[in-house]
């Protein structure tokens, strides 16, 4: 096992990943921006070293500064966290030459799920259902065409090197889709530097629902059951829950073994997670990422696993320690993510937080890495942290974040917890009938227009 993690993040998921170590007995240090001295993930590190100033270029993601941090210290892993160097397939390498454990997927695996089209390439490869659409990249206008009128209109136009939802345009008609290939072009290649861009029918209604997957690389691998991820504003994940209120047991299980076997396949190392549009009874992959995500938690709390501990354990080389049919889960959890952010217009709201008071009780988790008197810096993410809460069925978990919201108290900053409080009451959302458009209707509807 590992001696010392360098974890190469901040926030709530710095300090999620250094208790985890902590359990395991290995020793953390702690890397941070000037913008970061007085965040809770130093203070609570064995050691910290500061890796340079607040812009994320310069810090989170200064590659040759994390090296530097790893050989001071002494430390054989790195934890990346989300977002950052997660996805980074070169940071991953050279952590590999310099002898560091890199705690995530090998890089290949990294890099082809980057690429979006060869990332479909492989999923399709492996026996994953995907969306129907061109076989590979596009070209020229005629292909397109070509394409366009076998799949059928809408379609959509999305970049390669994309993800996210940026780079994408939808053709309704013949007519719109030259135009629409033109501008996704454009787009990719100023976002991204790369103009490579594919086709897909569009699917008007789906669901995001996604699987998570463990693998060990030596052939082992399981899913631990999927996360509704549908109530989305502007590509950013708001609310997700476990089990998804659109699937029966038996939905669930197939497509959980096709992804895991699909990982058997692969020989994939480390937890990932497979995405798919879930519309009309049929699942459609996406993408794949190759990280821990932000809702993981959901999922820990229905499987009793603890995520980053399994991680850190593939890290080491050790084969999974169970099988599928150990694989029990129960009840149902729910996560709100709480944004230092206006709730009706998503302003940031950096600043310092003069009251906090987190929720507690039976079946409450808050990972945060806020406090109050923490001046919520301007340079980062805007999440306060995280609301779980966990109930045997969906009702009682529904009950529980409702009791659970009203107790929480930011005060300093504008937080989102008047829009949870608000969603938590809506029917449709008791009922669980939204799709990935819902809660942006929801507030071109004026829904947050009124609250307290
Ligand atoms: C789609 C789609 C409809 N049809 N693909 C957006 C982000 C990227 N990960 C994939 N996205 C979508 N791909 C086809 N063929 C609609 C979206 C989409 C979306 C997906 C998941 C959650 C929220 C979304 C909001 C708008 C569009």
Redesign the pocket.
């Known amino acids: 096992m590992f001696e010392k993690i360098l974890i190469a993040n901040r926030g709530e998921i710095a300090l999620r990943i250094l208790r985890a170590a902590k359990e395991l007995g290995i020793a953390t240090v702690a890397v941070h921006s000037t913008a970061d001295s007085e965040a809770m993930h130093v203070k609570l590190a064995d050691e910290s070293v500061c890796i340079g100033p607040p812009a994320a270029r310069d810090s989170y993601l200064n590659i040759p500064g994390l090296l530097a941090a790893c050989e001071i210290t002494g430390a054989d892993a790195v934890h990346p966290g989300y977002g950052f160097l997660s996805e980074n397939a070169k940071f991953a390498e050279i952590c590999a030459d310099h002898e560091i454990a890199f705690i995530g997927p090998k890089a290949e695996h990294i890099r082809i799920m980057g690429d979006k089209i060869e990332a479909k390439r492989t999923a399709r490869a492996l026996g994953i259902p995907c969306?129907p659409g061109s076989e590979g990249g596009i070209t020229d206008d005629d292909e397109a065409m070509r394409v366009a009128e076998q799949i059928g209109f809408p379609v959509?136009v999305k970049a390669a090197a994309g993800?996210?939802?940026r780079g994408?345009k939808v053709a309704r008609t013949a007519l719109d889709l030259s135009e629409a290939l033109a501008t996704a072009r454009t787009e990719a290649k100023a976002a991204f530097g790369d103009d490579a861009v594919y086709l897909?029918?569009?699917?008007e209604k789906?669901r995001?629902i996604e699987i998570q997957i463990l693998g060990d690389g030596l052939g082992n691998a399981v899913h631990v059951g999927e996360r509704d991820c549908?109530l989305?504003r502007r590509?950013q994940k708001v609310l997700e829950e476990t089990p998804s209120p659109a699937l029966n047991q038996d939905q669930r299980q197939k497509i959980g073994e096709i992804c895991a076997d699909a990982m058997r396949k692969l020989k994939y190392s480390g937890a990932g997670t497979i995405?798919f549009?879930y519309e009309n009874g049929e699942f459609y992959f996406?993408?794949m990422n190759t990280r821990i995500q932000v809702e993981h938690p959901i999922t820990e709390m229905i499987s009793g696993l603890d995520l980053i501990v399994e991680q850190i354990k593939i890290a080491s080389g050790a084969p999974l320690a169970y099988r599928q049919e150990d694989i029990d889960l129960r009840g149902h959890a729910i996560e709100c993510r709480v944004n230092a952010e206006h709730p009706a217009t998503f302003r940031p709201s950096p600043g310092k937080i003069l009251y906090y008071h987190p929720p507690g009780g039976v079946g409450v988790r808050v990972d945060s890495a806020a406090y109050q008197g923490y001046v919520i810096p301007p340079n980062y993410d805007s999440m306060v942290g995280k609301l779980i809460v966990q109930g045997r069925t969906r009702n009682e978990a529904l009950m529980r974040l409702r009791r659970a919201l009203d107790e929480f108290i930011v005060d300093g900053v504008d937080t989102t917890l008047p829009l949870f409080r608000a969603l938590v009451r809506n029917s449709e959302i008791q009922d669980g009938a939204y799709d990935?458009h819902w809660l942006e209707k929801f507030l071109a509807a004026g829904g947050m227009d009124h609250h307290e």
């Open positions: 969306v959509l993800g996210g939802g994408m897909e029918k569009y699917l789906p995001h549908s989305q590509h995405e549009l996406i993408e990935i």
